[in-house]
């Protein structure tokens, strides 16, 4: 569960706590999962202390610069391709409005590097303030116009003082995926804060040398079970496999030495970003992301076709760390980094889609805004959001966040006999009461790769929504590519096809004849 604290609350902080701590402590002698078992007492001391001793992050947003725009920012927004005096930063449909000439790959870096020059005015001040009290790990995020920072107790109720400060949030923690991992010390499966990995699980050497073979996609090996009934190949015999356009895969990583992988990797500046700094190359320690990157862009070393658009090619965002934890703030950082991968505005380098199999919280039917902005501006840029509907199902109104947020595409999961799967969440969105999910995929059982072993082509097989996800963000490249300039709601629709179409999904989305079968 992700909770936050409000400016309010802060005083609070010395009285009892009768509710959960809001982020995972570890009392001495007291190791496992669940603080809701300790005593009273130690819950408290052990919060108290985490508090003051570990110096927790929080985000402190500014307040958005309501002042009128001045020189030096007209200015900034003549070298962006944007119109003077007409142009508010918070609003992203007003953006998309003023970049429709640009190259969607541009729009990204053009957006991104407005952002920052509108926050400055309201960071500078609070920028300040924090180096003062030598605050640690300070880190501007520009699409929420927040700043995310260590610091102490003292030091957080002062800048509750501030007038120029709307909300202070903790920067709770998110753990990565469940998965069994059979002992691996690499991949530790309820890490602790104080856990250290051994050092031969960090990638920090030389980028790891490519598989011998890379697989390429060869439209005459046959097709998963899923991309027939999608209707795959008769896309390929047409000339849509995805060539062209970038997916960005957000999530545990993608293993590089995958020889299904390894050639679909774009392989530019900036083209893998691991928040954390730990992996300085592609990998995949936990194996999730692997899986769901194969969904989409894996070839045919295994000797079938296993993504939907096999000439695609990923980026990847490695969201949790070495034990498998991320963080708000670091999410907030990657929503920026896929404005602008390489860091240079000027290049066409932002994706087409964007792949999320991650969520907050651990209660369906919340509608929790964190990352509501930051989903607004992708898609003001030009991107599709892909996010897992959740496993909530059965229960009604299970939706997840960020998937009920407006900017994000939920993709709920169908079963083997094509209705909606058991697992899958289902309803109304918590957020706008929208039918949910947005679309509907195969997500049982799918054939798809897993983290490799050396460079072995393992393949697996693979349950839930984080699965059906990635056929759609497959089935969008291969939109992209057929419709580059379409809007992203009108390709969107195609996926939900007319009612009484018999065609394969893809054949009806792409208006392709289904050929014969001998």
């Known amino acids: 569960m992700v909770d936050h604290m409000t400016i309010a609350e802060l005083d609070a902080l010395e009285s009892p706590l009768v509710e959960q701590p809001l982020f995972f402590v570890e009392a001495p002698g007291k190791p496992g999962p669940d603080p809701k078992l300790w005593p009273e007492e130690e819950r408290q001391a052990a919060f108290v202390t985490y508090l003051a001793r570990t110096s927790p992050k929080i985000t402190v947003r500014a307040v958005r610069n309501e002042g009128r725009r001045g020189f030096k920012e007209q200015r900034q927004m003549k070298r962006t391709g944007l119109k003077p005096g007409t142009f508010d930063p918070v609003d992203p449909a007003q953006f998309a409005q003023k970049l429709q000439g640009v190259a969607q790959a541009q729009r990204g870096g053009r957006l991104l590097e407005a952002l920052k020059a509108f926050n400055a005015p309201t960071q500078a001040p609070l920028l300040k303030e924090l180096q003062t009290r030598r605050a640690e790990e300070v880190q501007p995020l520009d699409t929420v116009n927040a700043i995310a920072a260590h610091l102490g107790a003292t030091d957080i109720r002062e800048l509750a003082k501030r007038a120029d400060i709307a909300t202070i949030r903790y920067d709770v923690g998110l753990l990565a995926p469940s998965r069994r991992l059979m002992g691996d010390p690499c991949r530790p499966e309820r890490p602790t804060p104080r856990q250290r990995l051994p050092k031969s699980c960090r990638n920090t050497g030389a980028a790891p040398a490519a598989p011998a073979a890379l697989a390429r996609f060869d439209p005459a090996l046959p097709a998963s079970a899923t991309l027939q009934l999608l209707g795959a190949p008769d896309a390929w015999r047409a ?19 995958h020889p299904d992988l390894a050639g679909s990797f774009r392989g530019g500046a900036g083209d893998w970003f691991d928040v954390h700094g730990e992996q300085p190359h592609p990998g995949d320690r936990h194996g999730h992301g692997s899986q769901i990157t194969g969904l989409v862009t894996g070839t045919g070393a295994s000797g079938q076709t296993l993504g939907v658009a096999p000439q695609a090619k990923w980026i990847a965002a490695r969201i949790y760390n070495d034990r498998n934890v991320g963080r708000l703030s670091q999410l907030h950082r990657i929503m920026g980094w896929l404005l602008d991968p390489d860091g240079k505005p000027g290049t066409a380098d932002a994706p087409q889609i964007v792949l999320n199999a991650w969520g907050l919280g651990d209660r369906p039917g919340q509608c929790d805004t964190e990352f509501e902005r930051d989903l607004q501006w992708l898609r003001a840029a030009g991107m599709h959001v892909v996010f897992a509907a959740g496993n909530g199902g059965p229960m009604p109104d299970s939706s997840v966040s960020p998937a009920n947020n407006a900017g994000a595409l939920a993709v709920g999961a169908l079963d083997g006999s094509g209705q909606l799967a058991m697992f899958s969440s289902r309803g109304s969105s918590a957020c706008d009461a929208r039918p949910y999910p947005d679309l509907l995929a195969p997500g049982e059982l799918l ?6 072993a050396g460079t072995l082509a393992v393949t697996t097989r693979g349950t839930g929504t984080s699965f059906a996800a990635a056929v759609v963000a497959g089935e969008l490249a291969l939109l992209a590519q057929a419709h580059p300039d379409m809007p992203l709601a009108q390709r969107e629709a195609l996926l939900r096809g007319a009612e009484g179409d018999a065609r394969p999904p893809l054949a009806r989305a792409l208006g392709l004849s289904v050929r014969s079968q001998p």
């Open 239 to 257: 000339g849509f496999t995805g060539k062209g356009v970038t997916v960005a895969v957000v999530d545990t990583g993608v293993d590089l030495m």
């Open 447 to 452: 054939q798809t790769t897993d983290r490799s």
